[in-house]
């Protein structure tokens, strides 16, 4: 059976399809599958999509890119009463926002989701990474930084933790840092002396905000702020910048795969969770079909899978004995896992709880400060 790739005529938009007879039955013939783009959604695209629509002649997959602006988007279409999107992949606290405000379906895991090869029950596979009535977990990633090895000083260690962003005097040059507030603030304060079981007791103050903005004010002049993870993997690699922060998975792609002459500084990664929710009030053809879809690419082997493309842990205990060698290149992909025991120095988790309940307010903040 030949996959064929269709470009459409948005960009960052590509179709998916099998040629053949329309997908019998009650399930829709097309998916919009929203996703972040890049290294990730590549990794998506060959591990789960691909096998499924080898399984199931003439669907067609879409792909979109706009998992960035998922919240507001789908406050949007659900006010149009027109949701466009069939599954979306979103951070655990984007989940919990979407769930509490209705925008997210409650999901019964054990009842539409594979058990494990030995039986058992997804919701006991997935474990706490299951956040949200409304979450389906698929990978564990870090945010974290990487640098120009080139551009290291003579005679400096190479930075080590994200620390070294704010230090202008030993490691000069222009840095890169996500145009939002979720992890900018915890590193403005963990850099500034706050231990991390303060910094969110700290966030929920005018003090504690103060001392955040004050941190980024000393490389705000210096800092570009992006708004895809793969714009600091290109900002690196054109040698526009000297350290910046991005998704760890997007960093090995530069490193590994493309060759690079980048490093990476683990310490005080922020680990988070990735994973699916479907909007709610689909159709019933549409939602059918989603559902199929999501047994398939949420079992233990599909996960296991992914981790062969891009290096982030799968959500699935069953699944990290799985995890092997990259699917081209061979190399053992553990090592290159953030939740790996070498890469662990210093991390934290992002408090999605803190977040979901703190993101507008903060994000609101956040913006104001970068238009001053």
């Excluded at 090869?117 to 006991?124: F, L, N, W």
């Excluded at 004050?214 to 054109?238: F, M």
């Excluded at 929710?277 to 079992?299: H, K, N, Q, S, W």
Aim: net charge negative.
């Amino acid at each position: 059976m030949k996959l064929k790739t269709v470009l459409q005529g948005a960009a960052g938009v590509v179709a998916l399809t099998v040629g053949g007879a329309w997908a019998a039955g009650h399930m829709a013939n097309e998916m919009t599958i929203v996703s972040w783009g890049g290294a990730y959604q590549a990794s998506q695209v060959n591990a789960y999509h691909n096998p499924y629509l080898a399984m199931n002649e003439g669907l067609t997959i879409i792909t979109d890119e706009s998992s960035a602006d998922a919240v507001a988007r789908l406050r949007a279409m659900s006010e149009a009463n027109n949701v466009t999107w069939d599954l979306v992949d979103v951070e655990a606290a984007d989940a919990l926002r979407l769930c509490d405000e209705s925008l997210a379906m409650p999901i019964d895991h054990d009842a539409v989701l594979a058990p494990a090869p030995d039986g058992t029950p997804a919701s006991e596979d997935f474990g706490q990474m299951i956040v949200s009535e409304c979450f389906i977990p698929q990978i564990v990633f870090s945010t974290t930084f990487g640098y120009r090895t080139d551009m290291v000083p003579e005679g400096v260690p190479a930075p080590t933790d994200a620390c070294a962003v704010f230090d202008l005097e030993t490691y000069p040059g222009r840095r890169a840092l996500n145009r939002r507030p979720v992890g900018n603030m915890e590193w403005a304060l963990l850099c500034d002396g706050v231990p991390y079981d303060q910094v969110y007791d700290m966030l929920e103050t005018e003090e504690g905000l103060a001392r955040a903005f004050a941190k980024l004010d000393t490389i705000k002049d210096q800092t570009i702020w992006w708004s895809a993870g793969a714009e600091t993997p290109q900002l690196l690699a054109d040698g526009e910048i000297f350290m910046g922060s991005t998704y760890n998975g997007r960093l090995f792609s530069a490193i590994a795969e493309q060759g690079q002459p980048i490093g990476m500084a683990w310490g005080y990664q922020m680990l988070d969770i990735d994973g699916w929710i479907v909007p709610a009030g689909l159709p019933e053809d549409r939602l059918a079909r989603v559902m199929d879809y999501l047994y398939f690419a949420t079992d233990t082997q599909r996960l296991a899978d992914q981790a062969k493309y891009i290096s982030y842990g799968p959500a699935r205990a069953s699944s990290a004995p799985l995890v092997s060698t990259h699917a081209t290149l061979g190399i053992e992909m553990a090592p290159h896992m953030p939740t790996d025991p070498a890469n662990m120095a210093g991390a934290f988790v992002t408090n999605y709880l803190w977040w979901a309940d703190y993101r507008d307010e903060i994000d609101a903040r956040f913006q104001a400060w970068l238009a001053q």
